[in-house]
Structure formats: structure tokens, C-alpha cells
């Protein structure tokens, strides 16, 4: 069985805050991929970034990071200087092989930036 | 425009009618998923194909539930008796074939209403 856990429901920072989102999971499985999905206001969901179980190297995109740490089973990640374009929902999720790779989400955090 | 497409993007219907949504992949994508999401929720895997054979079906919500590939190209979903319940967002991915850990891109959602 698998579980995503985002604990943090609701987020509001002021412009150019750093923010920090928590994700959790469990599984079974020792090759899993895990998975930072946006959903901005529009509804759609817009990919940001994949992560392999075996590669646990911490990966920097703009003024996005992620922090992945098996030892803890967390997959955080951080924008630095928040803008009011960031304000979304953040799914985090997770896929491996006894659920045939389909993706198993976390509830999501709601992050307002406002000006 | 190369994204995942849905059609209809939003529908009403009565309770007890049937409902039919259309997804068109990504077209070099050979992997195909629907999903539900219901409000504050993250997305809920119902099924995927990978060409026209769907190979998990046991997540979809009762039997009222159908999807078919036929071609291996677009994909339907249909609702039979719809009830209040399902009114939900219906969410179409693909991913690359060949490649299980694959992104799955998103396409924009069908947002059932049930009256």
C-alpha cells in the first residue's frame, strides 16, 4: 500500500518569502518515483518535477528545490522569493510498481502569496 | 497545440442519465490514465491502457463505471446512472510508452455536475 501525506492544508506567505512544502510517503516498494504536481487556479495540472527512489540527489530549478531524504520518507519542496504567480495547489505524489505506476496523490497544499 | 485534450470541458446531467467524456493523448503517448477529483481532494486514479489494453480496471469507483481505447488513440470514459456522488472533475493523462516512471501530462478536465 501506498500513502502520500501533505500535512500542511494551507500556506500564505507574503511576496518574496521563502516557502516550504512537507510531503511524506510510505510504500512497499523499493523502486518508486515521486512527483511535484501544480494546480493553479485555472484547474490544470502542470508536472514540475520526478524523482527516482535510487537518486536522492537534491535537485534545484529556478527558485525551485526539492529535498528528497529516504532516511525520513519526505520529498519537501521549497520556493524561494515567492511570487503571486506561485499561488496554487501543490500536489505531491507518488507511483510505483505494485500500482502499476499510476499516481497516488497526497491532498494537496493550498499556497496564497499575496503582494 | 500537442496537450492532452478533453471533451466536454464542463457537463450537467440528471441524475440516472448516462455520461460520456473523450480524451485525446499526447500523441506519441501510448499510456493513458483517468483520474477523479473531487473538491479539496487530490486526484484519484481510476484506470489506465497502455495501447488499447487496459490493464487495471479494479480502482474504477462501481460497475457504472466503463472506459475504453479502442484504437489505442482517444479514450472514452462513461458513467452509467449517474448519481449525485459523481459530480467530480474527471482528469485524462498520458505518458510516454516504454517508460513506466514516466511524467504523466494532464489534460485540462471534464467537470461533471449531477442535478
Known amino acids: 500500500a501506498q500513502k502520500v501525506t501533505q500535512a500542511q492544508t494551507e500556506i500564505s506567505v507574503v511576496e518574496k518569502e521563502d516557502v516550504t512544502l512537507d510531503c511524506v510517503y510510505e510504500?512497499?516498494?523499493?523502486?518508486?518515483?515521486l512527483f511535484w504536481y501544480k494546480q493553479p487556479p485555472s484547474g490544470e495540472l502542470v508536472f514540475l518535477i520526478r524523482r527516482n527512489s535510487f537518486d536522492e540527489q537534491n535537485e534545484i530549478s529556478g527558485r525551485y528545490s526539492w529535498n528528497f531524504q529516504k532516511s525520513t520518507s519526505s520529498f519537501n519542496f521549497t520556493i524561494t522569493a515567492s511570487q503571486v504567480v506561485d499561488s496554487a495547489v501543490y500536489f505531491c505524489?507518488?507511483?510505483?510498481?505494485?500500482?502499476?505506476?499510476?499516481?497516488?496523490f497526497g491532498k494537496g497544499t493550498s499556497l496564497l502569496v499575496t503582494p | 497545440d500537442t496537450g492532452v485534450s478533453q471533451d466536454p470541458r464542463h457537463k450537467i446531467t440528471k441524475r440516472g442519465q448516462n455520461v460520456t467524456f473523450r480524451c485525446d493523448p499526447i500523441?506519441?503517448?501510448?499510456?493513458l490514465y483517468w483520474y477523479r477529483q473531487t473538491l479539496g481532494q487530490g486526484p484519484e486514479f481510476l484506470t489506465y491502457?497502455?495501447?488499447?489494453?487496459?490493464?487495471?480496471k479494479s480502482r474504477l469507483l462501481s460497475d457504472r463505471f466503463s472506459a475504453e481505447r479502442p484504437k489505442g488513440s482517444f479514450s472514452t470514459l462513461e458513467i452509467q446512472r449517474t448519481e449525485q456522488g459523481d459530480s467530480a472533475m474527471y482528469l485524462c493523462?498520458?505518458?510516454?510508452?516504454?517508460?513506466?516512471?514516466?511524467?504523466?501530462?494532464f489534460g485540462p478536465g471534464t467537470r461533471l455536475t449531477v442535478t
Open positions: 500523441s506519441e503517448h501510448n499510456r
Open positions: 491502457f497502455q495501447n488499447e489494453a487496459q490493464l487495471e
Open positions: 505524489a507518488l507511483s510505483a510498481q505494485d500500482s502499476g505506476y499510476a499516481l497516488n
Open positions: 493523462a498520458s505518458s510516454l510508452g516504454g517508460n513506466l516512471r514516466g511524467e504523466q501530462y
Open positions: 510504500t512497499r516498494d523499493t523502486t518508486y518515483y
